[in-house]
């Protein structure tokens, strides 16, 4: 058993090595300033939206566009109708959007609902537009969201992400751990990295690119299981910076169900095993010539997930083999029991940091803002299964049921001033 003592100190050692770097992110977050901006100048702007039976949801989306500070008349709509059985498109062309209906079932995935998305404007705009938001249809905007992401980009980005806060945070342990995530992506990854001059992510939704961008690429050529991810490491291979605006909020719906959480962060960590077989070649070249930016998102995208794999089989297989041959298994199980230990401390004090920042953001009570930051770690300890899980079990994608409508969040907080 002192063989799995070593193994649990070199995956420790390797896991601290990897990380790091992120844990300077905090006080440098501190002691650097954005970046100043230049003028504003007013673009015209295609918003993006791929929806796949999302009814409860998409008219909050739509309205929250509608109610933008932004010249209305800059912001062109578009919503995919992707293999829909209910009737989203519909509430879609009510609100003033333009629909294009995809009836696909051997493509399926946000990636190829952008593609045909995207083929549909070059044929009915040819000219384009000056830049492409992609939201989600279970989004909802913050009103002067388009306007700061326009400071932004007016500043030379050609991709620009945004802050991602939860719309239903105090739901469970569920949606606060990966509400959580978010919010200390937004601000202790993307927003430290921003300041610090090299390249953020894209996570997911509420992101913006340019028309030179979108030229380049074609309709949207990412169909991984995490085509966020892919866009992103793509941009960064190819030398280009991805910015963040701290100012502009967008509300998304966290998982509050176990079934759908761990069937969307199955994707997520199947997605990025995708991602680095593609492009891990391209980052450790990148790396090694000295692009910090390549460096982050290998390590963003890969190490962890091989790490916590790593540590279950390996303690699994050598407990089992200690049973066999008459060890002595309190040793492995002190040896498992520490290492739990450190990774729940760890946890516990980036949930417990980011929740002290964030306070006033996160919109929830102040009991469950602190019950939820001790349940952090728990909601991180369920990646372990997980990230085992893909290894051995085919993963697709599936939709995410979204059922949290603004009107929904008004009625759980009458005696709160919701931000949307």
């Not at 995207?118 to 537009?129: A, K, R, S």
């Not at 927003?191 to 340019?210: D, I, N």
């Not at 995208?301 to 699994?316: F, G, H, Q, R």
């Not at 372990?384 to 979204?402: D, G, M, N, Q, Y």
Request: glycine letters at 6%.
């Amino acid at each position: 058993m002192e063989t799995l003592k070593t193994v649990n100190w070199i995956l420790g050692a390797v896991f601290f090595l990897c990380y790091a770097y992120q844990f300077l992110y905090i006080p440098l977050l501190w002691l650097r300033r954005d970046p100043p901006g230049g003028p504003a100048r007013l673009h015209d702007y295609a918003v993006l939206i791929c929806a796949r039976n999302e009814r409860a949801v998409i008219g909050d989306l739509l309205s929250s566009l509608r109610a933008q500070t932004y010249d209305p008349s800059r912001l062109h709509v578009f919503v995919l109708a992707d293999n829909c059985t209910d009737d989203t498109a519909d509430i879609a062309r009510s609100a003033g959007a333009a629909v294009y209906e995809r009836f696909n079932r051997s493509r399926v995935g946000k990636g190829y609902a952008l593609s045909c998305l995207m083929e549909h404007l070059q044929q009915d705009y040819p000219g384009g537009f000056d830049g492409y938001f992609v939201f989600d249809a279970d989004n909802i905007l913050s009103p002067d969201y388009v306007e700061q992401m326009n400071r932004t980009f007016s500043s030379g980005f050609d991709v620009v992400t945004s802050y991602r806060n939860s719309k239903n945070y105090g739901d469970n342990w569920l949606s606060a751990g990966s509400g959580l995530w978010y919010l200390r992506e937004s601000r202790y990854l993307n927003h430290a990295r921003h300041r610090l001059g090299t390249s953020c992510a894209v996570g997911g939704t509420g992101f913006l690119f340019s028309r030179t961008v979108a030229e380049e690429m074609g309709p949207w050529p990412f169909h991984s299981l995490i085509e966020d991810i892919e866009f992103s490491v793509d941009q960064i291979t190819n030398g280009r910076r991805i910015a963040f605006c701290p100012e502009a909020v967008l509300y998304d719906e966290q998982p509050s169900d176990f079934r759908q959480s761990w069937r969307q962060r199955s994707r997520w960590c199947k997605g990025a095993l995708q991602v680095f077989t593609r492009y891990g070649g391209a980052l450790v070249r990148g790396a090694l010539r000295g692009s910090f930016a390549c460096f982050d998102m290998a390590m963003s995208t890969m190490p962890a997930y091989l790490l916590s794999a790593a540590a279950v089989v390996c303690n699994v297989a050598l407990a089992v083999y200690g049973a066999i041959v008459g060890d002595d298994l309190t040793i492995a199980l002190a040896s498992v029991g520490q290492m739990a230990l450190q990774m729940y401390a760890t946890m516990f004090l980036i949930g417990a940091l980011t929740t002290a920042t964030e306070w006033k953001l996160i919109r929830t009570t102040a009991a469950k803002k602190i019950l939820y930051a001790f349940t952090f770690p728990l909601f991180m300890f369920t990646y372990v299964p997980i990230a085992v899980s893909v290894l051995f079990c085919r993963t697709e994608w599936k939709p995410v049921e979204h059922r949290v409508s603004a009107a929904s969040l008004r009625r759980r907080n009458a005696q709160e001033t919701l931000p949307f």
